[in-house]
């Protein structure tokens, strides 16, 4: 139930179901069934509004008032113009609703202690405006209990946008997989609690259909952890490089925490020498190296990875240290000023990737070097990670994933204790740790974000950037075990 589906697979998803037997107004029976079950394990009897829109979301809200009143709940129903417009399976539904059918206003709100949202679901057009809007406003400022059927009207179930305004819910209730718009910001602020419920679309039909988006999961990434095995050396788990600044030396300190963390077997900090006891007194286990000793560090291919950005310094030395680093085709992380070093000319980086690279901008970042790529945030990552050949992940509450080849993953663990000053350096370590142990980047990026939420979600309020790499051997050992108890 991992992958994310555009509402145009969505579509295609239920098609496929029609035409392998199951009928249309029985998949939005069961539609209807799915939100009934939810609104009933989360609240007693009350008096039911359920909005109807025009077109099959408003057909799911038939279903629904039916299956509440004949479970003896107090129900009014509205609906968005005529009964008699209704088509096909909406249609039917209709038909079947034996109680009154009002006209949607707001005075269905008033006085309503539960509202269930059946206005706009994935076929919403263009913004929402005058009455209806008017109507979506009295919701969010009414006290009952909202539920939305499929996503909140007005949130663009593809981008997450809201058009116009949009439904802001307690509860949404999706059917068969979620779709973008449930994950990204802001749609993920209007849903609330998300349930994805089964409605009797097919597994197989879901991969027929090749998704290329995944909420970010261990399934995605697994079996691509390389796990120490027994006869292996320090060497087998790599060696990465992170390069340290001359001044802002704790950005350093704490990717060469996540990446040792994070498993890597060695670990050596550049930078200039004055700064180098710094490092050098930071943790036993860090091993330093002068950045005068460049040419011999990066001629020992067993410098597999490396980390530069965190602390080290916007500008042309940073720039023309990167372009150095990239040409060794090697395992890299580029993050903070490795990255906004390249403002003035982002094409020179994107021509300059070549090996296995991870980019992990925040969204100041991404705007300086992609100044001409818009929309939502997973089409701008994935236009990114094309254009540069590289990994790209856009950090925020809803963290984007992409891959070259349009893979992407979207992070659906709420952790707002990560918002905090070093936080994006620990997850810049982890990944090249990662990838210093010879996992593919995507991957190492996912899991990356993954390992950093996690953490966060257990260590929660209170969260400094220094707790997250002492937090990982419990994750990581979560991991192990269930790879283990697999084989
Ligand atoms: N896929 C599945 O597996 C299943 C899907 N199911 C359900 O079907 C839903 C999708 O149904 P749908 O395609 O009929 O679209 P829906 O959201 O009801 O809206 C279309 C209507 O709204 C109108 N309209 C749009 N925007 C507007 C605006 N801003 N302001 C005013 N009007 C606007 C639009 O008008 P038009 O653009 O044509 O002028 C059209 O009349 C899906 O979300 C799920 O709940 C389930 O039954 C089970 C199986
Ligand atoms: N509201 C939020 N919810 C979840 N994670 C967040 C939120 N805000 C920021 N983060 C995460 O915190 C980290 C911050 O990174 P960054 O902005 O680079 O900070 P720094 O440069 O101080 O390390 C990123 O991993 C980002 O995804
Ligand atoms: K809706």
């Known amino acids: ?16 179901t029609i035409e392998g037997g199951i009928p249309g107004d029985v998949l939005m029976q069961n539609a209807g069934r799915a939100v009934f079950e939810e609104i009933i394990r989360h609240w007693s009897p009350r008096s039911v509004s ?6 099959n979301n408003g057909g799911d809200g038939f279903a629904i008032a039916k299956l509440l009143r004949d479970e003896g709940w107090s129900v009014r129903l509205g609906l968005m113009g005529d009964v008699a417009d209704l088509k096909g399976d909406a249609a039917l539904h209709a038909a079947r609703w034996e109680g009154a059918t009002e006209l949607l206003s707001p005075a269905l709100v008033v006085g309503a202690d539960l509202v269930v949202d059946c206005i706009f ?14 109507l979506v406003t009295t919701i969010n400022s009414s006290p009952c209990s909202v539920v939305a059927v499929d996503v909140p009207s007005g949130v663009d179930g593809n981008t997450g946008m809201v058009l116009g305004v949009a439904v802001k819910a307690d509860l949404t209730v999706t059917f068969c997989r979620a779709k973008p718009g449930h994950y990204l910001l802001p749609g993920r602020l209007m849903c609330g609690e998300l349930a994805v419920r089964d409605i009797g679309i097919t597994d197989q039909t879901v991969l027929d259909i090749a998704p290329a988006c995944w909420r970010n999961d261990p399934v995605l990434w697994r079996a691509g952890i390389h796990w120490p095995g027994l006869e292996g050396h320090k060497y087998h788990r790599g060696h990465l490089l992170a390069f340290g600044g001359a001044t802002m030396t704790g950005a350093t300190r704490l990717v060469a925490r996540a990446a040792r963390r994070s498993g890597v077997g060695l670990l050596t900090i550049v930078a200039d020498a004055q700064a180098l006891p710094i ?3 930071d943790a036993p286990g860090n091993m330093t190296a002068p950045m005068s000793a460049f040419d011999a560090l990066v001629n020992d291919c067993r410098h597999n990875a490396f980390v530069i950005g965190p602390g080290f310094g916007v500008g042309d030395d940073t720039l023309a240290l990167v372009l150095k680093l990239l040409h060794l085709c090697r395992a890299t992380v580029l993050d903070a000023d490795a990255l906004t070093s390249f403002a003035e000319d982002p094409s020179t980086l994107c021509f300059a990737v070549q090996g296995p690279t991870v ?5 100041g970042e991404f705007a300086r070097l992609f100044p001409d790529i818009n929309g939502d945030k997973l089409c701008r990552a994935r236009a990114a990670a094309k254009r540069c050949s590289a990994t790209v992940l856009i950090k925020g509450a809803d963290t984007v994933i992409a891959a070259p080849d349009g893979r992407a993953a979207i992070s659906a663990v709420d952790v707002p204790w990560l918002a905090t000053a070093g936080s994006g350096d620990v997850l810049a370590g982890i990944i090249g740790g990662l990838m210093a142990q010879g996992m593919d980047s995507f991957d190492a990026a996912c899991m990356g974000v993954w ?15 220094e707790d997250i790499p002492e937090h990982l051997p419990a994750v990581l050992r979560e991991l192990w075990l269930a790879s283990r108890k697999k084989a």
């Open 121 to 134: 679901g994935a076929g919403l057009a263009r913004d929402i405006t005058g009455d209806i809007a008017e």
């Open 279 to 281: 490092y050098a007194s």
């Open 359 to 363: 980019l992990t901008p925040h969204e």
């Open 451 to 465: 390992l950093h939420a996690r953490s966060g979600a257990d260590i929660g309020p209170g969260l400094i950037a």
């Open 50 to 55: 359920v909005l109807c829109g025009p077109g």
């Open 1 to 16: 139930m991992f992958e994310i589906l555009t509402t145009d697979q969505m579509y295609e998803a239920d098609r496929r």
